[in-house]
């Protein structure tokens, strides 16, 4: 995939205005919508589709503090696939939190500590993903192994975060 930062034209940067995001997107799928484009050329009216298309997939790819942070790793070169083992100590902490949950799921109030407990590690690790790539500097490797560390507990806690909110839907 095309870098997102490039096609959106936004600063790669984690912390993004989430707002100044969705204008630009709406600016660019406006500029680009196929109605634009329905007395041009075939080949043209193809490439404003193909654009369109990556525009939409550069915007889910940005507003989503997860998939952000996989673009920057990539971005700086870094692999970020299922490759990336996740530390004992996170598996053992992960594997207490989902206990915990199966034990409380019929309290809700239990589950929603749970849930804000792990709220609460996946805002520290994001505001560890935005001190790593947010500074006027480009990340040296230590911060980028850090700033990959984060995003494999983010996934995790993301998961989680999910499950508890299933249990409380249920």
């Known amino acids: 995939m095309t870098d997102p930062f490039d096609l959106l034209g936004v600063a790669r940067r984690f912390s993004l205005d989430r707002a100044a995001l969705e204008q630009r997107h709406r600016d660019l799928s406006r500029t680009l ?55 004992q100590a996170l598996l053992l902490e992960v594997m207490d939190l989902r206990e915990a949950l199966d034990e409380g799921r019929r309290t809700p109030a239990k589950v929603t500590a749970l849930l804000e407990q792990v709220r609460a590690r996946t805002k520290s690790e994001e505001n560890l993903l935005a001190a790593v790539f947010d500074g006027e500097t480009p990340p040296d490797a230590a911060a980028l192994a850090r700033a990959r560390d984060a995003l494999v507990r983010l996934k995790y806690f993301r998961r989680f975060e999910d499950e508890a909110d299933d249990a409380l839907d249920s």
């Open 33 to 87: 919508h196929p109605d634009r484009y329905v007395q041009a050329p075939p080949g043209e009216r193809r490439m404003a589709l193909d654009r369109a298309v990556a525009v939409n997939e550069a915007f889910r790819a940005l507003r989503d503090p997860l998939t952000r942070a996989e673009a920057l790793l990539t971005a700086h070169g870094l692999s970020v696939g299922d490759a990336d083992r996740p530390s």
